[in-house]
Nanobody
Framework: QVQLVDSGGGLVQAGGSLRLSCATS????????MGWFRQAPGKERDFVAA????????YYTGSVRGRFTISRDNAKNTVYLQMNNLEPEDTAVYYC????????????????????WGQGTQVTVSS
């Protein structure tokens, strides 16, 4: 069982920035593709960003492209989501996820491709 710990959420004004982190003690972290999803009140959990196990490939949902950056540090078993120019529409609980990766260059953007989930961290953007 892979345990993921999300952190870094908070309250920020529109236009501000936050960096989310997701850490694990899983030794095979570098073999997992990682992703971030978010869920706003009353809505389904939506894909935000993903990064391949190798770190070479990334993918973003359209509404965050150019504002958010996903990255990973395999030496620290941690994945990050740098969020800039935040908008009130970004308000949600953010979850990181890990998916077993056969090919280290593959990115996954659907929830069913992920095997493990963090507990979530709240991001609130005020207008």
């Amino acid at each position: 069982q892979v345990q993921l710990v999300d952190s870094g959420g908070g309250l920020v004004q529109a236009g501000g920035s936050l960096r989310l982190s997701c850490a694990t003690s899983e030794r095979a972290f570098s073999s997992y593709a990682m992703g971030w999803f978010r869920q706003a009140p009353g809505k389904e959990r939506d894909f935000v960003a993903a990064i391949s196990a190798s770190g070479d490939n990334t993918y973003y949902t359209g509404s965050v492209r150019g504002r958010f950056t996903i990255s990973r540090d395999n030496a620290k078993n941690t994945v990050y989501l740098q969020m800039n120019n935040l908008e009130p529409e970004d308000t949600a609980v953010y979850y990181c996820a890990a998916g077993r990766s056969v090919y280290r260059g593959t990115v996954y953007y659907t929830a069913r491709d992920y095997d493990y989930w963090g507990q979530g961290t709240q991001v609130t953007v005020s207008s």
